[in-house]
């Protein structure tokens, strides 16, 4: 069975800052992997998707996520972050057969001055 | 623009009463799902359907209901059977396609939180 594990509930960076939010997933297939953002009291938005191909993923807003088969991880990263980019991240994994999403616990990202 | 409408927005409702959320989406999209999301546990799926008329249970799906009598609508009764439904509820459609093509991916609609008092 699929599951994803997302490292940290919680993540606070500086503006300008690294952003780095870590995600790992287990699936008996080749995993479709995706993440998505939340603002607060919204429904969530695709920031990216891993299917096949390019392992290196770029979403919008300046976000990218690279798919790691050997450390079965999925880290979604940003090399400057913006105050806009406050919000709660969610890492999936497509169920195989199922056509569901997996989805993490979730990280809540704030971003401070 | 094509979308996913969910309504209410907010909800409140006492105990022992049901409540009925609605969403309607215009994507034509065949799959529509229901989760539910509490704080530091994700996204739970309560009920999905992947076509008209069929829809399957999710993980959670003790306490509500659901129907799929048009494509378009997909909606979702939480019972008094449901003993905690105090959560924000969000729903979701899908195209169709294969899994390598990536068409495999959600389209959310805004939310409804329910409060029960």
């Known amino acids: 069975a699929q599951s994803v594990t997302q490292l940290g509930s919680h993540v606070s960076v500086s503006e300008g800052a690294l952003v780095l939010l870590r995600c790992n997933y287990s699936?008996?297939?080749?995993?479709?992997l995706f993440w998505y953002v939340q603002y607060p009291n919204q429904g969530l938005q695709l920031l990216l998707k891993?299917?096949?191909?390019?392992?290196l993923v770029k979403g919008i807003n300046g976000f990218e996520a690279e798919f790691k088969k050997s450390e079965t991880s999925f880290h979604l990263t940003k090399p400057s972050a913006h105050m806009s980019d406050a919000a709660e991240y969610f890492c999936?994994?497509?169920?195989?057969?199922?056509?569901?999403?997996?989805f993490g616990a979730g990280t809540r990202l704030a971003v401070h001055p | 623009d094509g979308g996913i409408t969910q309504s209410p927005k907010y909800l409140f409702r006492k105990e022992g009463q049901n409540v009925t959320l609605s969403c309607e989406q215009n994507?034509?999209?065949?799959?529509m799902y229901w989760y539910r999301q509490d704080p530091g546990q994700g996204l739970r799926l309560i009920y999905y359907s992947q076509i008209v008329n069929d829809f399957q249970k999710g993980d959670i799906a003790e306490g509500y209901s659901v129907s799929r009598e048009k494509k378009e609508s997909f909606p979702l009764t939480v019972t008094s059977a449901q003993k905690n439904p105090t959560a924000f509820y969000l729903c979701a459609s899908q195209g169709a396609g294969l899994a390598f093509s990536g068409a495999n991916v959600l389209t959310f609609g805004a939310g409804s939180r329910l409060t029960v008092l």
């Open positions: 999936a994994v497509l169920s195989g057969g199922y056509n569901k999403l997996i």
């Open positions: 994507l034509n999209h065949d799959a």
């Open positions: 699936s008996s297939v080749p995993p479709y």
């Open positions: 891993y299917t096949t191909g390019a392992t």
